[in-house]
């Protein structure tokens, strides 16, 4: 089989390298998803041809070789690595396999953490005081770094850590060397991001990099102004005796002063352990670092040490890989998107790459001067992510794996639209594109103007506000309402019926309420709950095209952004008379008293926020809570009564449980709609 021994070579070659640019040089240059596949493909060839498996198979040792720059440092036992899960199959496997190395009627319990994407250390303490640190390096030898360690604040430096309540002191043995993980927290590693971004620096594409960057640092003053924190969860060697089960082990950690998850639980089977680290996987944003799975140990620690290891992974705990999050690909060509208000969104075309089972070809850019910080060039290989609630962007790109064919990309002169000459507003990143009547902006208005969310036309999707706009029925949006059944007719795809139905829907939207004309007008900043708010307020629509930004910075929940932005929107000439046209086509823009909550509806006073991803857009959800009398509004304080929990949600959940606000679903949204 000449075929698959050479894929074999193929792969160890390609393990060994990704293995040197991560382990040596901090660098990788593909995600761990992909790593972890190459090993998967090694692994299975491996175990069909056991008779190939050489030493030095990427399988068999820790990779990595030992940078020049540092001293090196034996551990006094190896630093191990865990073998991966990627769903509780795999888990239950690898515990049918290690089940038959013990007896059966063995009870077996099972400590569950977070597996923290961070970079090993290694603690010396000698007598209780701290007196070195080292990386885990290829796993026999690592590299000494105990002046940079000595800075971070979660390594203390002498052990027990006397709390002055405590009444007995956990004694240490007199060697103790202990393994932990070092990281930065997500949000150190956003601020330090912005940070350096507002300095025009260049910023880090993950937590993990920049925290294996700064603890590798030959000025250990570097890293000590660098976020740095650290939680431990193992003891390498100690010349006494310390508890015999992880679980107890974590505790006793933590009593002598070591900082610790707060994360682990203890399990009587393997199926409750499994059903834990699935709950973590929604909810992996609520860890402070990034989390890239959970490990589950089996909990005798004597027991992990009879089943030993397989390759350099333990035989007696597993990781269970939560899905994917980054991956790299191809950047294959840069669109340009444009919004309403003119602003030009770049946008990456890529070679179509599965992020955690979702297919992404397109990515966000955000802003041309993003993607110069970031120094992305077309057919570039880049790193794609994909979080929560967000937009899937680009990381950053693989500069190691360019080949100088790579383009750079400069921001359009003209508009794509209509090649008028586009424009930068001092002190604004974005481009724009000035001119009023541009198409593209025209067709993103109309497309807002008849959304479910605001004038809610049914029947105009995008081809056909495209087809108005390019026929020139439309040139602004109070035009939906001249249009007649002739000229409807005339438009390709248009028979009788789907015209008069067309029709009705635009007949029906000119009785919508003030808080839906005021969000059909696109204001930038003003959202569904600013003009609901603002409607309450105004009652009518003369009022508030003329209030200043006095009185719109009085009302409750309208801060000076929002303010500023409506005093600029109604004070232009175009905008006063494109609503004395609304006006004139018919619509009858009225304050409706469904508009503010009724005493004696069910959910009358009761506050709700909406978070994550719903079946529905959230302007639908929202406005049946307010049917219900119930209130919308945005960030989750201890007066809200209920928090709206949908798919992958964001941080207001994390606030929301901190708090304990009551958590519904959707389908317990909806029987407390029907109660
Ligand atoms: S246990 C025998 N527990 O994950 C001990 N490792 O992919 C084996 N890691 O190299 C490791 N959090 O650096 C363990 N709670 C945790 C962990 C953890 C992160 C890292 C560790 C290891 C890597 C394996």
Redo the contacts with the bound molecule.
């Keep these: 089989m000449p075929n698959l021994q050479q894929r074999l070579a193929e792969l160890r070659e390609q393990i060994n390298f990704h293995n040197y640019r991560y382990n040596v040089l901090d660098d990788p240059v593909i995600s761990d998803a992909e790593y972890d596949r190459l090993m998967i493909e090694l692994r299975q060839i491996e175990a069909a041809h056991p008779e190939w498996i050489t030493p030095d198979s990427p399988t068999q040792r820790v990779g990595g070789q030992l940078s020049e720059r540092f001293a090196k440092v034996t551990h006094p036992a190896p630093i191990?690595?865990?073998a991966n899960a990627f769903n509780g199959d795999d888990v239950r496997d690898w515990f049918t396999r290690t089940s038959k190395l013990f007896p059966a009627d063995r009870q077996i319990s099972f400590t569950v953490?977070?597996?923290?994407d961070g970079l090993?250390v290694v603690l010396h303490y000698r007598e209780g005081v701290f007196i070195q640190g080292a990386t885990?390096g290829d796993g026999r030898i690592g590299e000494d770094i105990t002046p940079n360690l000595r800075t971070v604040k979660g390594v203390p430096l002498k052990i027990p850590v006397t709390q002055k309540k405590a009444k007995s002191k956990v004694a240490v043995p007199a060697t103790f060397v202990v393994r932990g993980?070092a990281f930065i927290t997500t949000q150190d590693f956003e601020a330090m991001n912005q940070q350096i971004e507002a300095k025009g620096g260049k910023t880090f594409a993950n937590p993990r990099n920049a925290a294996a960057g700064f603890l590798r640092q030959l000025d250990s003053r570097v890293t000590a102004s660098r976020p740095i924190s650290l939680l431990c969860?193992?003891v390498v060697n100690a010349d006494g005796t310390t508890p015999r089960s992880q679980w107890e082990l974590l505790n006793y950690l933590r009593e002598v002063g070591l900082p610790v998850t707060q994360a682990a639980k203890r399990f009587d089977s393997l199926d409750k352990a499994i059903a834990y680290c699935e709950t973590w996987i929604d909810r992996r944003d609520e860890f402070l670092f990034e989390a890239d799975g959970m490990?589950i140990k089996i909990d005798d620690l004597d027991l992990q040490a009879e089943l030993g290891i397989v390759g350099k992974d333990?035989r007696g705990?597993i990781?269970l890989k939560f899905p994917a999050r980054e991956a790299t690909t191809q950047l294959l060509n840069v669109g340009v998107n444009i919004g309403r208000t003119g602003i030009m969104a770049p946008y990456a075309i890529l070679e179509p790459v599965n992020v955690g089972g979702v297919t992404i070809e397109r990515a966000t850019l955000h802003n041309f001067d993003d993607i110069a910080r970031k120094d992305i060039r077309i057919g570039d290989r880049v790193i794609v992510k994909r979080s929560g609630d967000v937009i899937p962007y680009i990381a950053g790109p693989v500069v190691a794996l360019r080949s100088g064919q790579e383009k750079t990309i400069e921001p359009p002169r003209n508009c794509p639209f209509c090649d008028t000459p586009t424009i930068r507003r001092a002190g604004e990143v974005a481009i724009y594109c000035p001119n009023r009547d541009c198409p593209g902006r025209l067709d993103r208005a109309v497309q807002f103007f008849v959304s479910k969310g605001a004038m809610d036309i049914d029947g105009l999707g995008e081809k056909i506000a495209s087809r108005l706009i390019e026929t020139g029925l439309v040139e602004d949006v109070a035009d939906i309402y001249s249009i007649t059944r002739d000229q409807l007719l005339e438009l390709e795809g248009f028979a009788e019926k789907k015209a008069d139905k067309l029709l009705q829907s635009i007949e029906a939207s000119k009785e919508r309420p003030l808080s839906r004309v005021i969000i059909a007008s696109g204001i930038p900043h003003v959202g569904y709950v600013a003009a609901e708010t603002l409607a309450k307020h105004f009652r009518s629509l003369d009022k508030f095209m003329q209030a200043d930004e006095d009185e719109l910075t009085q009302i409750d929940g309208i801060g000076t952004t929002i303010a500023t932005s409506i005093v600029d929107w109604t004070h232009r000439k175009e905008h006063i008379d494109l609503i004395k046209k609304l006006r004139k086509s018919g619509i009858t823009i009225v304050f409706d008293e469904d508009e503010s909550p009724h005493s004696n509806e069910k959910l009358a006073g009761k506050t709700f926020v909406i978070t994550g991803t719903l079946s529905k857009p959230r302007d639908e959800i929202a406005a049946s809570i307010k049917s219900a009398g119930g209130k919308v509004i945005d960030s989750v304080s201890k007066k809200t009564d209920y928090v709206v929990v949908g798919e992958t949600p964001g941080s207001k959940f994390a606030r929301a449980q901190q708090l304990g606000i009551t958590i519904l679903d959707e389908a317990a949204l909806s029987r407390l709609l029907r109660s």
């Design positions: 191990l690595s865990l953490e977070p597996k923290i090993t885990r993980e969860y193992a490990v333990p705990a990781a």
